[in-house]
């Protein structure tokens, strides 16, 4: 249905800031739900935002408010993940996905981008 391909990571000295991309490809106005998700080693997936591709009503967790802005140009399908303020914790794989409907999992997924943050 849709390709994603990510872009922007990198090392970072903790403090910093980041903006990762993501670029939809294909048929990107099936797309209900975009979100960025990340892993860290030896640990599960998490989600840090999510944005309504129609609306641009934005979703954090509470432990991702304040320091992560998701936004969409839809004129571009791409999406983007603002990190400010990153902290070594920070550290992880991170993944743009698609979700195709409020009952679907997310079940489009890039190949990840890692970022690294040093202290």
């Known amino acids: 249905q849709v390709q994603l391909v990510e872009s922007g990571g990198g090392l970072m000295q903790a403090g910093g800031s980041l903006r990762l991309s993501c670029v939809i490809s294909g048929r990107a106005s099936t797309v209900y739900n975009m979100a960025w998700w990340r892993q860290a080693p030896g640990k599960e997936r998490e989600i840090v935002a999510a944005i309504r591709r129609s609306s641009e009503t934005t979703y954090y967790p509470d432990s991702k408010k304040g320091r992560f802005a998701i936004s969409i140009d839809n004129a571009k399908n791409t999406v983007y993940l603002q990190m400010d303020s990153l902290e070594p914790e920070d550290t992880a794989v991170y993944y743009c996905?698609?979700?195709?409907?409020?009952?679907?999992?997310?079940?489009?997924w890039g190949q990840g981008t890692q970022v690294t943050v040093s202290s």
């Open positions: 996905a698609a979700q195709f409907s409020p009952w679907s999992q997310y079940n489009s």
